[in-house]
């Protein structure tokens, strides 16, 4: 066995690597959050043109609303930005994937906490029959418990997302 085997055999990871198994379930999670994230991008630009029938009752000149439209679309524009770069690092198996996948959840868990205040800001809408019951704060947060439990543990998400591209890794990550 020459030197260049011998590092190699060294170096291959031990266990299941790749983008299948539990994986696939976030990278359809993320693509699927990006349509939506268009779809109410698209909803929300005709609710502020006055395109679209508005909930009953609820005055479109109220500065509420408008900051609720407001903080909807930036929030919006944000996520799906944030998502196009996951997808990236998840598709080049970056290193950086599984923090950035688990920083993303839990930005996502803040920004439902305050898309709830702010619909219970808008006196004129049920907040309730609209998705700002504090009940709507829970998906996301078991979603980012579960996801963050398995990328923290998982032997797959180890050995698949070791990838320098597009950040060289820290000296002390390659040294170890």
């Given at each position: 066995?020459n030197e260049?085997?011998?590092?190699?055999?060294?170096?291959?990871?031990?266990?299941?690597?790749?983008?299948?198994?539990?994986?696939?379930?976030?990278?359809?999670?993320?693509?699927?959050?990006?349509?939506?994230?268009?779809?109410?991008?698209?909803?929300?630009?005709?609710?502020?043109?006055?395109?679209?029938?508005?909930?009953?009752?609820?005055?479109?000149?109220?500065?509420?609303?408008?900051?609720?439209?407001?903080?909807?679309a930036?929030?919006?524009?944000?996520?799906?930005?944030?998502?196009?770069?996951?997808?990236?690092?998840?598709?080049?198996?970056?290193?950086?994937?599984?923090?950035?996948?688990?920083?993303?959840?839990?930005?996502?868990?803040?920004?439902?906490?305050?898309?709830?205040?702010?619909?219970?800001?808008?006196?004129?809408?049920?907040?309730?029959?609209?998705?700002g019951?504090?009940?709507?704060?829970m998906?996301?947060?078991?979603?980012?418990?579960?996801?963050t439990?398995?990328?923290?543990?998982?032997?797959?998400?180890?050995?698949?997302?070791?990838?320098?591209?597009?950040?060289?890794?820290?000296?002390?990550?390659v040294?170890?």
């Open positions: 066995m260049d085997t011998v590092a190699a055999q060294a170096a291959a990871p031990t266990g299941p690597v790749g983008l299948g198994g539990w994986l696939i379930l976030p990278a359809i999670n993320m693509v699927w959050n990006l349509l939506q994230l268009a779809w109410g991008l698209y909803a929300l630009a005709l609710m502020k043109s006055g395109a679209l029938t508005l909930p009953q009752g609820l005055d479109v000149q109220d500065p509420a609303w408008i900051r609720l439209l407001d903080y909807e930036n929030t919006s524009i944000l996520l799906a930005f944030l998502l196009i770069a996951l997808l990236v690092l998840f598709f080049t198996r970056s290193w950086i994937f599984p923090k950035a996948f688990i920083a993303f959840w839990a930005l996502g868990v803040l920004i439902k906490l305050f898309d709830v205040m702010q619909i219970h800001a808008v006196d004129t809408l049920d907040a309730d029959a609209h998705g019951s504090f009940t709507a704060v998906p996301p947060v078991i979603y980012c418990v579960v996801w439990s398995y990328f923290l543990n998982s032997v797959r998400v180890r050995n698949t997302f070791t990838r320098p591209w597009p950040v060289a890794k820290p000296s002390s990550a040294s170890s």
